[in-house]
């Protein structure tokens, strides 16, 4: 079992930028790729950035150039940069970890964080 923490999560105005952070005490998270994914009410789990774990990145086309995902090992994190934050990028972000070398959808993590909120205000 890994218990993942998210923490970063605010409210910003649009166009600004918040920085979400993936941890965890209770194991490495270099053994594991990571994903971030987002979620509105009412509506399905949106994948948004992953990593492997050889730091290869994947990108919703949403979020493209805007999100940058990165991993410090050292400091067993995993963050999201995100610039450019628009209203529609309003939602709960979760990070998840799997054993897989890549996984883009939600079905393929097998650990979950809680989220964190993120608001993008006008």
């Known amino acids: 079992q890994v218990r993942l923490v998210e923490s970063g999560g605010g409210l910003v105005q649009a166009g600004g930028s918040l920085t979400l952070s993936c941890t965890t005490s209770?194991?490495?998270?270099?053994?594991?790729?990571i994903g971030w994914f987002r979620q509105t009410s009412g509506e399905e789990r949106e994948f948004v950035a992953a990593?492997?774990?050889?730091?290869?990145?994947y990108y919703a086309d949403s979020v493209k150039g805007r999100f940058t995902i990165s991993r410090d090992n050292t400091k067993n994190t995993v963050s999201l940069q995100m610039n450019g934050l628009k209203p529609e990028d309003t939602a709960v972000y979760s990070c998840?970890?799997?054993?897989?070398?890549?996984?883009?959808?939600?079905?393929?993590?097998?650990?979950w964080g809680q989220g964190t909120q993120v608001t993008v205000s006008l």
């Open positions: 990593i492997t774990r050889r730091a290869n990145t």
């Open positions: 998840a970890a799997t054993g897989r070398i890549r996984a883009t959808t939600e079905k393929k993590y097998d650990y």
């Open positions: 209770e194991r490495t998270l270099s053994t594991y790729a």
